[in-house]
């Protein structure tokens, strides 16, 4: 590999690098490859030539954003009652700041806050640090790497209930139950068929926009009527970071 690697380098440092002819010679005559075809066979036709091109990449889906392209939970991640919640910058969940042990405060001195979702509950590892996966519990705020996985947690893959508010499955997330009680939890919140986020949305009809809107405009009220912590500048900081 070094070899190739250090061929393919002075390729580049000297200018001579591979280069496709689109010409070749038939009969002393010089013709371009792409009118090489016998009166039999007949010109290939347009579909025909970009069949035989190489086939290009699909795009990437742009990333989507907290606010614009999916909602927020109405209800605390950890305790499930509503209230003065605080929403992830990087997913749908909310949670009252008492409930995961840090203040207002605190908080506010972040200009992106992300959620105990995105980091290991026993080690503090983000995904990126752990092999790019971590796994979440649908019904409680913990999340794991592979390393300490519990052992009797249950895995489900995908989590309805946000999916219900608009966000793609994320690649770097498996969803989990991590113990009996987030177990039976799940079983009382009905989170198998997307809790009460899911029933509202095939109730009502509702759009990805639509979800969107109604949760963050009743987030945005509530936050105007309460007083909100202050960042660094003075400015007030809405618990919704939408």
């Not at 013709?31 to 016998?38: D, G, P, Q, R, V």
């Not at 605390?76 to 840090?102: K, M, N, R, T």
């Not at 177990?183 to 198998?192: G, Y």
């Amino acid at each position: 590999m070094k070899e190739i690697a250090a061929e393919v380098n002075a390729q580049i440092l000297t200018g001579k690098r591979e280069r496709k002819t689109t010409t070749m010679v038939v009969d002393g005559h010089t013709i371009l490859k792409a009118n090489n075809y016998s009166l039999e066979d007949g010109e290939p036709s347009v579909h025909v030539r970009e069949s035989r091109k190489k086939p290009q990449a699909e795009k990437k889906q742009r990333a989507q954003v907290a606010g614009r392209d999916y909602g927020h939970s109405y209800t605390c991640q950890a305790c499930w009652d509503g209230g003065d919640i605080v929403c992830c910058d990087l997913c749908p969940v909310s949670v009252h700041a008492e409930c995961i042990g840090v203040t207002q405060d605190e908080l506010a001195k972040a200009t992106r806050w992300a959620c105990p979702h995105h980091s290991c509950h026993e080690c503090g590892r983000k995904s990126a640090a752990v092999g790019g996966m971590l796994f979440r519990c649908e019904a409680c705020p913990r999340a794991f790497c592979e390393d300490h996985l519990p052992s009797s947690a249950e895995i489900i893959g995908q989590c309805k209930r946000f999916q219900a508010l608009g966000q793609r499955h994320p690649a770097q997330a498996c969803f989990i139950r991590c113990d009996a009680e987030c177990v039976k939890w799940a079983k009382e919140r009905r989170l198998e068929d997307g809790g009460d986020e899911a029933e509202e949305a095939a109730a009502t009809g509702w759009t990805m926009g639509a979800k969107v809107a109604l949760t963050d405009a009743w987030i945005e009220e509530r936050d105007h009527e309460i007083d909100l912590p202050l960042d660094t500048a003075g400015r007030s900081k809405p618990l919704a970071h939408a």
